[in-house]
């Protein structure tokens, strides 16, 4: 039997592979430290949990409409007024099972075949898969560590061409937890504004901070209208499994991808859609108690790597990675990450996981207890130090 040519041109999340590989090599009884998922370890705020429950037992287990129900959606159009300072209502928001139905409609619903759309490289591999399945072209922009793995209007316009049709920004950044400073921000916007180019603005980590303030572009002048605001649940409230995530656009885009999703999945489910005002309209002192302590794995493991000869590791702003330089090895990123689960025990991603330009780096999850990352640190630096004398 033949398959359909398109999916040659499917990427993948190299994280769930590796997970797979590390749980397999669990079932054999080898001890690994996990840390190559992209998933808080941290349970769902009990009143969410419990919101879940009563939508349950209040019959919210029917069919609803495509782009979310109602008072979600103006749930989630308050937020963004009050949060990013945006005049948004909940007409011009999609309710979608997770992020990435975001992605890919808005690229399906907006790139033509042979299009070309600007995405981070390294950068989550889901924008380049995406675009590659609507026959479009990616064309990376690069970022590199010694300019903190961010990236300006100049970079970005020595890529512009006739075809460009979409940009993709993410910040706080995966894998490298770079942040796009607020000139960025004024210089893209800038050099966009009055270009026919759209923008899916990625802010899926936007309240897991260190350093500064989130800011959207979509607040510039004259980016509203051109900006696609993603953003969601899964990461800042623990509610990976959930799969309830959002869109914020310009309100004529909202039905062609209501339409995808009426064609895929019909619509979120109903009873995790009514979590989403008790999530956003609650206490937050439980996800300021993550952060806070995400901040702390954050010092001990970037400390910890940079006590390590050879290898270098610069200190992310925001998300829950460290992204170390690891040249010094010799080794290329994909044979780290092998060596690394099957002579350490340590389950990590390749830099190349998220693009070419990720070459001679590793990413690490620090969404871990501090002892399991400890552990990580001694044994990867017990597999540096291996093979630095190998090498020798």
């Not at 019959?59 to 159009?77: C, D, I, K, L, Q």
């Not at 070419?356 to 001694?378: D, P, Q």
Request: neutral net charge; aromatic residues 8%; charged residues 20%.
């Amino acid at each position: 039997m033949q398959f359909a040519e398109r999916m040659n041109l499917l990427g993948t999340e190299t994280a769930f592979e590796v997970l797979a590989k590390a749980r397999a090599l669990e079932a054999q009884g080898r001890s690994i430290v996990h840390l190559e998922i992209g998933e808080p370890d941290f349970d769902t705020p009990a009143a969410i949990r419990d919101a879940a429950i009563q939508a349950i037992h209040e019959g919210f287990t029917h069919y609803g409409p495509s782009p979310g129900m109602p008072e979600v959606r103006e749930a989630v159009a308050a937020h963004i007024a009050k949060d990013r300072g945006l005049k948004v209502t909940g007409d011009q928001v999609v309710v979608t099972p997770g992020g990435k139905p975001i992605i890919t409609f808005s690229i399906l619903a907006t790139v033509n075949p042979g299009d070309e759309v600007i995405v981070p490289n390294p950068g989550f591999p889901i924008y380049e898969s995406i675009v590659r399945f609507a026959g479009a072209k990616p064309v990376p922009v690069v970022l590199r560590e010694d300019r903190g793995f961010r990236f300006g209007a100049a970079d970005l316009e020595a890529l512009l061409t006739p075809k460009t049709k979409m940009v993709v920004l993410n910040s706080p950044h995966n894998p490298t937890g770079s942040m796009l400073e607020p000139k960025d921000l004024d210089e893209i916007a800038a050099l966009l504004r009055e270009r026919d180019i759209w923008v899916l603005s990625d802010e899926i980590y936007s309240k897991i901070l260190y350093e500064g303030t989130h800011q959207s572009i979509a607040t510039r002048p004259g980016m509203a209208e051109k900006t696609i605001l993603l953003d969601g649940f899964s990461k800042t409230y623990a509610m990976t499994g959930w799969r309830l995530g959002y869109g914020v656009m310009p309100t004529p885009l909202v039905k062609h991808v209501a339409r995808l999703a009426t064609n895929v999945y019909s619509h979120a489910t109903s009873f995790v859609q009514r979590v989403a005002p008790t999530a956003l309209g609650g206490k937050q002192d439980e996800v300021t108690a993550m952060v806070a302590e995400f901040r702390k794995r954050r010092a001990v493991f970037v400390k910890g790597l940079n006590a390590i000869p050879g290898v270098t590791c610069a200190m992310p702003a925001g998300a829950f990675y460290v992204f170390p330089n690891v040249q010094g090895l010799g080794m290329k990123s994909a044979d780290v990450e092998t060596a690394l689960l099957q002579e350490a025990g340590i389950a990590a991603l390749s830099g190349t996981a998220f693009g070419a330009h990720g070459e001679g780096y590793v990413r690490f999850s620090y969404a871990n207890s501090i002892e399991n990352i400890e552990e990580g640190l001694r044994r990867f630096e017990a597999f540096v130090q291996s093979h630095a004398r190998a090498a020798r």
